[in-house]
């Protein structure tokens, strides 16, 4: 069966990738050597970037730290559930087209309305897609590390996909439980839109051990989600535990190419509903685009998408049944 033809970029998202491939490569014609131990505008420790284990042609692997976030960040909710969180944070621009031209302040009130759904739905785990550390474009701050601070979550992982002196996001999980074994997949470049991957670490909660996904996926290709998916699929391998995989997928349950189908089979995890449409709408209320899926152990006992306006992209939450419980 031929490829079908790849989904058409809508004049906003052309305009957006056009954007951001500038900013990448005016990124990239400034970059020296890795940045140096340093402390932040707030005041925070950084260490450099996550240092690199293998770099190839192919997908590049990091080992992320795990960070301290809220030190008044308490544990997971329930003995026998677990609550989880996906969204979009869009370089906390909010609704806006771009974000290059905001102020701090104006991001840091984006963040805030972020942190103020966090504190109300308490979940106990967050995957953040387009996620961002210090740079100049979005403020010069650690968007990761606020939201930790702020939301009231212990740790936090981030994992850097697009990177320079001028630019720095990706994925990231924020976490009431301690993560341990973090890893962070920037898949194989795909212009000309930017590069995306996926941040994954391992909690234990209620005598079981889960890993935890955060991943975005490209915008405009679904062939090429189907490859990162195969290269997401391939990193997990070795990661015999059970599964809650969440992001920004880019894509429905009927799209053509079958990415989300994929991603099932591989992964060995479900979609909730996945033929629901109505009420389910992610991205500006409208396509579904952002996805939570789980082991099939892991009962669904409460599935939402949030009504707040905190980004381009609605929050996805769930409340899942661990095993025996």
Not at 70 to 81: I, N
Not at 142 to 154: I, K, M, P, S
Not at 156 to 183: E, F, I
Not at 291 to 300: D, M, N, R
Request: net charge neutral; proline share 9%; glycine share 10%.
């Amino acid at each position: 069966m031929s490829e079908p033809p790849p989904r058409r970029p809508t004049w906003r998202e052309r305009r957006r990738a056009r954007a951001e491939r500038r900013t990448s490569e005016r990124a990239a014609a400034t970059t020296d050597a890795p940045a140096e131990p340093h402390v932040d505008a707030e005041g925070h420790l950084h260490d450099g970037p996550p240092r690199i284990i293998e770099a190839h042609p192919g997908p590049h692997i990091a080992t992320p730290p795990v960070r301290p976030g809220c030190p008044d960040g308490h544990g997971a909710g329930e003995p026998d559930a677990l609550s989880v969180m996906t969204l979009n944070v869009a370089h906390g621009r909010g609704a806006r087209l771009h974000q290059t031209f905001l102020r701090r302040r104006t991001i840091e009130a984006h963040l805030t309305a972020i942190a103020s759904v966090l504190g109300r739905e308490a979940p106990d785990l967050v995957a953040l897609q387009e996620a961002d550390g210090p740079c100049l474009w979005s403020g010069g701050f650690d968007h990761v590390d606020w939201l930790a601070r702020e939301g009231g979550f212990g740790w936090h992982v981030r994992g850097s996909h697009v990177q320079g002196r001028r630019l720095d996001y990706g994925t990231a999980l924020l976490s009431r439980l301690r993560p341990a074994d973090p890893l962070a997949i920037t898949f194989r470049p795909s212009p000309p839109t930017p590069t995306k991957g996926f941040v994954v670490a391992t909690v234990e909660h209620g005598g079981h051990t889960i890993d935890v996904v955060s991943v975005h996926l490209d915008f405009s290709r679904s062939r090429v989600r189907r490859r990162q998916v195969a290269e997401l699929a391939e990193a997990l391998q070795a990661r015999d535990h059970l599964r809650v995989v969440m992001g920004d997928l880019n894509c429905d349950w009927k799209e053509r190419g079958g990415t989300l189908r994929t991603l099932s089979d591989a992964l060995g995890v479900e979609p909730h509903a996945p033929d629901a449409h109505e009420g389910f709408g992610t991205y500006r209320g409208k396509a579904r685009l952002d996805w939570v899926l789980t082991s099939p152990t892991l009962s669904v006992k409460d599935y939402r998408v949030l009504p707040d306006v905190v980004s381009d992209h609605r929050a996805v939450v769930a409340r899942l049944g661990l095993p025996g419980g």
